[in-house]
């Protein structure tokens, strides 16, 4: 929160600039807006806000809620947990504003490059880092290939999704969500034969090196 200022007064800010950039988008919304529509004096938000781009911030970081995000699970059921991974979203107000903001916020990004860099940093990092968990667990388990890029593997993942907030509620993300872990899952994930196969041929390697120790 904003130092000094209540946390009433801050709700209401970040309410008042969410709900006008999803409505009007990021670059027409202007500070004199948000003062207006929050009953927050303009000298006060720039008292607590160093401008424009770092309430901007506060918003993105709010209405993503990266204070909670996505739960760290494992049920056992890899696959299943990326899919709940990709599908998650915060309360159905902000994910539906979430939305609604997102192609005002990757236009906004792409006119501002700095503050692009820093939300990519911000909002992006927390997604990017529970994803390489999920891959890296797999990894560990030998589902996955310990030659796997982990760093292509998070982009390959979340592109998809990233697809899904521009096109907005014209496709279901369950079904892009499962779509995009089954394709991946084919694309890199080794065959239950070929795992058992290999076990075999380890368990095999073992036994004869203990009777060649014998022999000798």
């Not at 503050?115 to 030998?142: P, Q």
Request: glycine share 6%; hydrophobic share 40%.
């Amino acid at each position: 929160m904003a130092r000094g200022l209540s946390q009433r007064a801050h709700q209401k800010v970040l309410e008042a600039a969410l709900n006008l950039f999803a409505e009007k988008g990021m670059d027409t919304t202007s500070v004199d807006a948000i003062a207006a529509a929050s009953g927050v004096s303009k000298a006060t938000i720039y008292k607590h806000w160093a401008d424009k781009d770092a309430l901007c911030m506060e918003v993105m970081v709010y209405i993503h809620e990266l204070d909670e995000g996505p739960p760290e699970t494992d049920s056992g059921d890899l696959k299943a947990d990326l899919v709940a991974y990709l599908v998650y979203e915060p309360a159905q107000r902000k994910a539906d504003l979430q939305k609604r903001i997102m192609p005002h916020l990757i236009a906004y990004s792409a006119r501002n490059p700095e503050f692009g860099r820093a939300w990519r940093t911000r909002v992006l990092e927390r997604a990017r880092t529970g994803l390489r968990k999920l891959v890296r667990r797999g990894m560990d388990r030998g589902i996955f290939p310990t030659i796997l890029d982990e760093e292509l593997a998070v982009p390959l993942l979340l592109g998809p999704m990233m697809f899904c907030y521009i096109l907005g509620p014209r496709l279901d993300r369950k079904w892009l969500a499962t779509g995009t872990v089954e394709s991946f899952w084919k694309a890199h994930a080794r065959l239950r034969s070929q795992m058992i196969s290999e076990q075999l041929k380890s368990q095999r390697k073992h036994t004869s090196s203990k009777f060649d120790r014998c022999g000798d």
